[in-house]
């Protein structure tokens, strides 16, 4: 026997090779071999040592099986009764719940876009009429400019009758004849007196696709939109409107 | 209903044990208990400790019985897998209280016993056993586990493989650096303290 065969010996189970040692042959081996009758002994005592505490393992304390008992009874009494709880007062995970919320966010954030992407906006030119904003005017509309600039600071009266103030009108008509209470032609969009409209209005002038305001377009209208000036009060709120022909 | 359950496998008895059945969660228990509070007691030297781990393992056996898949180990390895991460998530907590016992410790327990030959066997025996459980404690935790798992809990290399999920031949080989490392750790614990501590001259009027 080699050392080598020796050591392999000792590399499987302790348990299995330490019989092996009465072998004649090993024993012949350590007899001849110091460091191997050595290895052999501090293995020997290694085994003897593990089987030392291996024996004096403390057995399962009968405490721990009732602790364990209990704890399973109570498991299921909390179990039964979250199944018998209606669906709202069960358990909220915190992190379902985040995971929930960043979905609907993202759905949000996505259909917005995709309403910014897919839905066409109408071209509208704004005439704010003593502001810097004048280039944006189609330069055909500039003569129209000083009609609007005239209904530029008005103070309005208060109307006589509103039976249908704030309600938009598509006919054409009506949005000519308009309420007599505004500047020459302007149909009213809502109630405005001294009170609720304090201060000077501003008139912007805009283009809208004639659909939106029920006309059918004409070669008049090129490409289908038509010119309205929009009466619009300090507050950023429209308070009439006018079509321009 | 005991005998009823008796031929059922510990995964069958773990589904009914999660379906409500006590006489199933019994049976697996009492199959299960012992290796599961070996395996705890010899990686925490501590039998609360040990008696905690068992009872956070079959908790969440319970808890997490359905999350059991049959392909991938019997029951046992993984009501072990449980038990090694409560071990690990004590170690940690309890690490920030006391360390791990060192080479010194080991001194002291050997010196200890070096000077009781006046008291009973038992005494020194537990005080033998002690020092050795040290020593198995403060080995790295990947020669502990599989010096605990082959050696102290006596499961094959193959079950021990398929707990720690690694090799049979790396098992082999970490058990045999681990015994080294252990034969070495007792050794020099049992080295008599010949030499006097250079302390002052109370320690000799004392």
Sequence with gaps: ?245 | MTDRLEGRSDAELLELSVAGEESAFLLLYERLKTSIFRYAFYMTNSKPAAEEVTQEVFISLLKDGERYRKARGDVAAFAFGIARNFVRRLQKRERVYQGLPTDEVLEKISASQAGTEGLSAQVIRNQGIERIRTAIASLPDHYRQVIVLCDLCELSYAEAACRLACAVGTVRSRLNRARALLVQKLKQSKKPQTELPAAGTEECLI
Excluded at chain 1, 92 to 110: E, H, M, N, S, T
Excluded at chain 1, 175 to 190: C, H, I, N, V
Aim: charged share 25%; aromatic share 6%.
């Design chain 1, 1 to 245: 026997m080699t050392c080598q065969e020796l050591h392999n010996y000792f590399d499987g189970d302790l348990r299995v090779d330490t019989d092996r040692l009465s072998d004649l042959e090993l024993a012949e081996h350590t007899a001849t071999c110091f460091p191997c009758n050595r290895f052999v002994e501090e293995q020997r005592e290694l085994e003897e040592h593990l089987r030392v505490v291996r024996d004096s393992a403390p057995a399962v304390p009968a405490s721990l099986d009732n602790a364990v008992g209990a704890n399973y009874r109570s498991f299921v009494l909390e179990r039964s009764c979250l199944a018998k709880s209606t669906p709202l007062t069960r358990r909220i995970y915190p992190r379902a719940a985040l995971g929930w919320a960043a979905a609907v966010a993202f759905a949000v954030v996505v259909a917005y876009g995709g309403m910014r992407l897919f839905i066409p906006r109408p071209h509208v030119w704004v005439d704010r009429q003593g502001t810097a904003q004048q280039p944006m005017v189609p330069p055909a509309q500039r003569t129209e400019n000083k009609e609007t600039a005239r209904a530029h600071k008005i103070t309005p009266k208060a109307p006589k009758s509103h039976g249908d103030s704030g309600k938009r009108t598509n006919n054409p008509a009506l949005l000519a004849e308009g309420d007599k209470s505004f500047p020459t032609r302007f149909q009213s969009l809502m109630y405005c007196d001294q009170i609720s409209c304090p201060g000077a209005m501003e008139v912007i002038r805009v283009q809208l696709p004639s659909p939106v305001m029920g006309l059918t377009p004409t070669s008049a209208r090129i490409g289908g939109a038509v010119s309205a000036d929009i009466l619009v009060g300090p507050d950023g709120i429209a308070r009439g409107i006018r079509v321009v022909e």
